[in-house]
């Protein structure tokens, strides 16, 4: 029998000042809504439409088979470590030392709240380029800090200038989040152009927290890493992961090189909240290394492809979309139909079926546009695209 319990109405607060103090994510409710409707196309989601490659998952399974069941090293497998750092060295030019300078994290996400938690105290002011994704400014409000935007807009192909950056820097500024190719916009930045930010950073004393985890998706030019500019390895913190361009967003596997001071704080901090990044995603990394990149480039080509389709449709149908250089996002304005972005979402959402992600969301510069992930079948692009253009004929002012 059901044991009846008088309940009692807690009187000491229950929530903490830091979960209090931050909004849902504006994702989530899309996803939500859009799950719920029969037909919908979604170009709401971030992530690839791929699976893992068969012999990363196959290496998984077989690290399982072989009985790799226990911890790690906190900051992961020496080898999955020492495959990035060479990865890191061929790919992008940045040299790191595996045993002292990264950490294998659990997604780019917890290297990002490591980042923040590991160099940021309350009162400190966090620059962040806008729009970005989401975690950004909830994360730098979680530890106490102030996250101040610093808008990019389609005057720049939502590039960040120096002036811009400049503009917002005061005595309390500490670092700057950048993530070039970017989530939402696409935008890409080349090296002359993050040669200036670099230039503000030295300037100002900043730390970069660099978020690349888009860097394999770079479309039409060769990535730079900020680390690699001149005088910037010893103030960047570089962030990246496989699930993007390895197409393994469920595995939870991300890493972060930067020097040793902050590497080891970071380590402290994942030490005892994480122990280490999970085993058998790090046998499956290790295997998308050594033998993923021409998979890597087949999946590039197809974004690509997919990428010059929708950016052409979108045009054609009537919302002007500059042609974005990275990730696997477009950005188009919604301002040919009068409604401000969420509106945009939620209408075609409901009389279109086509889910797509308001860009305020996505914090200042956001707004007036919205995000369609182009991580999706063509077939699925098609239609949508089609669903799309009806409803702006619909609406067009
Ligand atoms: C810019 C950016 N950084 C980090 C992440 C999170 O990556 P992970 O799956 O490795 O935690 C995302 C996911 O959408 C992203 O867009």
């Excluded at 002359?192 to 950073?201: C, D, G, M, P, T």
């Excluded at 040793?260 to 901090?269: F, R, V, Y």
Aim: with cysteine.
């Amino acid at each position: 029998m059901k044991q009846q319990t008088m309940q009692t109405t807690p009187k000491k607060k229950r929530l903490s000042r830091a979960a209090s103090s931050i909004e849902p994510s504006g994702i989530r409710r899309f996803f939500d809504l859009a799950a719920t409707m029969k037909d919908c196309i979604s170009l709401g989601v971030g992530e690839p439409d791929f699976v893992t490659p068969w012999n990363v998952r196959e290496a998984s399974m077989a690290s399982l088979e072989q009985g790799y069941t226990s911890y790690t090293s906190n900051a992961g497998m020496i080898e999955l470590r020492t495959a990035i750092g060479e990865y890191m060295l061929d790919r992008f030019g940045v040299d790191y030392d595996p045993e002292e300078e990264m950490i294998v994290t659990v997604g780019a996400s917890e290297a990002i709240d490591l980042a923040i938690r590991a160099t940021i105290d309350p009162g400190d002011e966090v620059l962040v380029a806008t729009p970005a994704f989401v975690s950004y400014e909830p994360l730098v409000t979680m530890s106490g800090a102030v996250p101040i935007p610093v808008p990019t807009d389609a005057s720049t192909d939502f590039k960040l200038t120096k002036e811009r950056l400049e503009a917002a820097i005061t005595d309390r500024s500490r670092a700057v989040i950048l993530s070039f190719p970017n989530n939402p916009t696409g935008a890409v930045m080349n090296d002359v152009e993050l040669q200036a930010i670099a230039e503000v950073a030295e300037a100002y004393d900043l730390l970069v927290f660099s978020d690349e985890i888009y860097a394999e998706l770079s479309y039409d030019t060769q990535h730079t890493a900020f680390s690699a500019l001149e005088r910037m390895r010893d103030r960047t913190v570089l962030i990246s992961g496989f699930s993007k361009a390895f197409a393994m967003t469920g595995w939870r596997l991300g890493f972060v090189c930067a020097p040793t001071d902050i590497t080891q704080a970071m380590l402290k901090i994942h030490q005892y909240s994480l122990m280490c990044a999970p085993t058998p995603a790090q046998h499956g990394a290790l295997e998308a290394l050594r033998n993923g990149r021409e998979i890597v480039e087949k999946m590039t080509n197809s974004y690509r492809a997919r990428r010059n389709y929708i950016v052409h449709a979108l045009n054609e149908a009537g919302l002007s979309c500059r042609f974005p250089g990275g990730s696997f996002y477009a950005f188009p304005s919604v301002e040919a139909t009068g409604m401000d972005d969420e509106t945009f979402a939620e209408q075609l959402l409901i009389e279109e079926k086509v889910a797509v992600v308001p860009g305020t969301v996505f914090g200042k510069g956001g707004e007036g546009h919205v995000r369609c992930s182009y991580a999706t079948s063509m077939d699925a692009l098609q239609t949508a695209t089609a669903r799309i253009e009806a409803f702006v004929q619909r609406h067009a002012q």
